[in-house]
């Protein structure tokens, strides 16, 4: 006991001892600086993104380092070149077009970012007053507005599929220029016009629903419903050909879009002359999910317009029948949108990670078929299930055709 004691008691003075031996060299160090002059003020001139100014303290380091790294990448280039390597891949090669500081102008806002920005305020603005107008309509009881205001909605239904054929093209020029699109002229200028004349398209759609509504006192049907509402003035009739000229225009235009995407080629500086560069697959499930919202809502119009202005007259039941048939498929294709938005988010990140040749997983890509193939499955079922027929009381008939796509979509 006695010596563990001892030896607690030595600790312990060791312990004080360094404790008092540490807190007078810290005092003498603090008298020594309290003594001690002020370091001399040294100023340097910066500017944001550029580096330092000429007479700062650090530029000639900075004229030093900057000097160092290109008598390297000079070298880098000749041992690059001496390999037989190709001067467009040539990774240390200077390019002064693509360089640019925070201090020169951001570059302009893109085109399709433009017409993207356009349709999207048609959308939200025609979804805004009818919000409006169904309020108004509980506090009145008057609902007339309302109801055109329902019909204009029905008329931009291609627009969320319109702006995503868009945003596809926006991304195939990204991976073809690497980054800069501007610079390289992509999308082509008629791709841009093409974009241009779907909004102008989409706008007037709209604007001839309203117009037939105060020409004709009613609300036209878009095409959605089984209804046929027929105006018996010239100017209805003249209104309801426009209208549908208008909504062949802008599927048209937008098929104008996808194959100016898929068709626009490389610049030879960045992938050398003759380079193919494959569509990816995301832009490939885009296109085709696109491309059967376009057809199946151009035939909904083509149908649509025979029974408007005939079928609806001489009662015939086989143009209404297969205005239904589109509806349905037009019902089933709504998960296309949505789809297709995790698709480019997909897409983005991979550009992300790298703008040349990033790709998502290959399971993922796998996945993109899979579900764009259930999706277009689903749409043809919904489109077969109505085709046997209509009776007398408008229902289905149950055919072998007609069961099993009932079957198959339960």
Known sequence: MKSISVLL?????????????GGSSRAAHVSLRVGAPDPP?????????????????????????????????TAKTTEWMSTSGSPADNPWAPRPELEQTC??????????????????????????????????QRMSGRGGTAK??????????????????????????????????????????????????????????????????IVSGR??????????????????????????????????????????????????????????????TGVICIFILAGQVFVVSGMRQIFFSFSEMVAGRKGIDDTTTLLASCNAAMQALRLAPAFSILILACRLRALQMNVKHGNPQAWAQALFYVGTAAITFHALLSFAMPTGGLGDNREVRRTSLTQAAFAFRA
């Open 41 to 73: 003020e040294v100023k340097h001139k910066k500017q944001p993104g550029a580096g330092y100014e000429r007479g700062s303290p650090l530029f000639h380091r900075q004229e030093e380092r900057a000097a160092a790294k290109q008598s390297a990448d």
């Open 148 to 213: 055109a205001l329902e019909a204009a909605v029905g008329a931009v239904d291609l627009a969320p599929m319109l702006c995503l054929v868009f945003l596809a093209v926006r991304i195939r020029a990204l991976q073809l220029s690497q980054g800069r699109p501007s610079l390289y002229h992509l999308p082509p200028d008629w791709v841009i016009f093409s974009m241009g004349l779907c909004v102008v398209m989409l706008a007037a759609r709209v604007a001839l629903v309203l117009l037939c509504t």
């Open 219 to 280: 609300v036209p049907d878009t095409g959605e419903n089984d209804n046929m509402l027929v105006g018996d003035s010239l100017g209805y009739h003249l209104l309801t050909v426009a209208r549908h000229m208008a909504s062949l225009g802008l599927i048209l235009g937008a098929i104008c879009v996808a194959v100016g995407g898929a068709t626009m080629k490389p610049p030879a500086s960045l992938w050398g002359d003759g380079a193919q560069v494959p569509i990816t």
């Open 9 to 21: 008691l030595f600790v312990l003075s060791a312990a004080v001892q360094s404790s008092v031996l």
């Open 103 to 136: 201090l020169d102008p951001p570059p302009p806002v893109g085109m399709i970012s433009v017409v993207i920005v356009m349709v999207a305020t048609i959308y939200f603005v025609l979804f805004a007053a009818l919000a409006a107008a169904r309020s108004a």
